[in-house]
């Protein structure tokens, strides 16, 4: 099993969204490096640290799982969509996605902050200058004190 920290704006998609659809396909990145990791090394199984980026506090607000392999991000093919490319085509598509479905949210988020000050966390690829991307690997032992810090129901 992998494990992974997902960012989404929590006024675009909240981890109350993801509860409230039970699942949603993970559309609309477009960073190859961010899409090669759910093309080709998210697994169905692995599990995902759910971050609101852009929010008050940023954090961890709970915990998703991938759901689906990796498909065709049909985001890219809609033309009325914000994040619609013309390269892409139904038969060629360059952009994929998996699906995410919801496990837990937590009772209080993980700020950022907290995970600053958190030993077992500072080697995370989230606290490291101008990483912008928005889907990471996390190792087995992050994943795990993020659940301790966060008083999680699963551990």
């Known amino acids: 099993m992998n494990y992974w920290l997902m960012?989404?704006?929590?006024?675009?998609?909240?981890?109350?969204?993801?509860k409230k659809d039970g699942r949603t396909a993970w559309e609309?990145?477009?960073?190859?490096?961010?899409?090669?990791?759910m093309e080709r090394d998210m697994k169905v199984g692995d599990m995902v640290l759910?971050?609101?980026s852009s929010s008050n506090p940023s954090g961890v607000y709970g915990l998703a799982k991938v759901v689906s392999a990796a498909h065709a991000d049909l985001s890219a093919?809609?033309?009325?969509?914000?994040?619609?490319?013309?390269?892409?085509?139904?038969?060629?598509?360059?952009w994929t996605c998996v699906?995410?479905?919801?496990?837990?949210?937590?009772?209080?988020?993980?700020?950022?902050g907290q995970i600053k000050l958190r030993p077992k966390l500072s080697c995370m690829i989230?606290?490291?200058?101008?990483s912008r991307l928005s889907i990471t690997p996390v190792s087995k032992s992050?994943?795990?004190d993020v659940l301790k810090a966060a008083g999680s129901a699963i551990l």
């Open 7 to 18: 960012k989404s704006e929590g006024s675009c998609y909240s981890i109350d969204d993801l």
């Open 28 to 37: 609309g990145v477009r960073n190859f490096q961010a899409r090669n990791f």
């Open 50 to 52: 759910f971050y609101h």
């Open 77 to 94: 093919l809609d033309p009325k969509d914000e994040h619609y490319d013309p390269k892409s085509t139904k038969e060629k598509p360059i």
């Open 99 to 112: 699906d995410v479905g919801f496990v837990e949210k937590f009772k209080e988020p993980l700020s950022l």
């Open 126 to 130: 989230i606290l490291r200058k101008g």
């Open 142 to 144: 992050e994943f795990e």
